[in-house]
């Protein structure tokens, strides 16, 4: 079965930092990786996604994040973040079998808090 | 991408009542999925729901308590029966194709609160 782990459920940064948001997966198949933003009173946004190709995938906003195959992971980074950044972050899987429907496996979220 | 709307945005329910959640999708789409959302929580996949058949729901989710309608390829309804305060939730609904290597889209939510 798989799953997905977020490994920090807050993370506090200064405006201007850099960040970075970290999530392993657990699958026994090949997986699809997503990363998506909550703002306060909203539905998620599509930050960015990793299909196939290149392990570095740069998303909206000035996000990026790179897939590690051997480290199951897929952490999400921004060289400097802004007060608009403050938000609940979530990282999803979805796998490559051919019976899934685009169900997606989501994190625990991960809170960024980004301080003046 | 495919802009979802809501509705309710929020309501607040008496215990045993029910509440109807609508989705609408501004094209057709394939899947149409719903999720919970507890507070400080993540998001928990209650059913899928595919134009033309029966919702599939997920384990710890029944049809009784969670009735779900897909009545044409752009619209879907949640209901959630029977209320309690446990079910004091965010209800998120999203829409895909259908196909695992294409993002969710989804609405803004509901907010419920059960007195």
């Known amino acids: 079965a798989q799953s997905v782990t977020q490994l920090d459920s807050q993370v506090p940064v200064f405006e201007e930092a850099p960040v970075e948001l970290r999530c392993n997966y657990s699958s026994s198949v090949s997986v699809y990786l997503f990363w998506y933003v909550q703002y306060p009173n909203q539905g998620l946004q599509l930050l960015l996604k990793y299909l196939s190709g290149s392990t570095l995938v740069k998303g909206i906003n000035g996000f990026e994040a790179e897939f590690n195959k051997s480290q199951t992971s897929f952490h999400l980074r921004k060289p400097s973040v802004h007060i608009s950044d403050t938000a609940e972050y979530f990282c999803a899987v979805s796998d490559h079998g051919s019976s899934n429907t685009g169900k997606l496996i989501f994190g625990q979220g991960t809170t960024l808090q980004v301080k003046p | 991408s495919a802009v979802i709307s809501q509705k309710p945005s929020r309501d607040i329910c008496q215990r045993g009542t029910s509440l109807t959640i609508q989705c609408q999708v501004d094209?057709?789409?394939?899947?149409m999925f719903w999720y919970r959302q507890q507070p400080g929580q993540s998001l928990t996949l209650i059913a899928t729901a595919n134009q033309g058949s029966e919702a599939t729901y997920e384990s710890g989710f029944v049809i009784d308590k969670f009735p779900i309608s897909r009545p044409n390829l752009t619209f879907s309804t949640l209901t959630v029966s029977n209320l309690s305060p446990e079910d004091s939730s965010i209800y998120l609904c999203?829409?895909?194709?259908?196909?695992?290597?294409?993002?969710?889209?989804f609405g803004d939510g509901t907010r419920l609160s059960i007195l």
């Open positions: 094209s057709q789409v394939t899947m």
């Open positions: 999203s829409a895909g194709t259908g196909y695992s290597n294409q993002p969710q889209h």
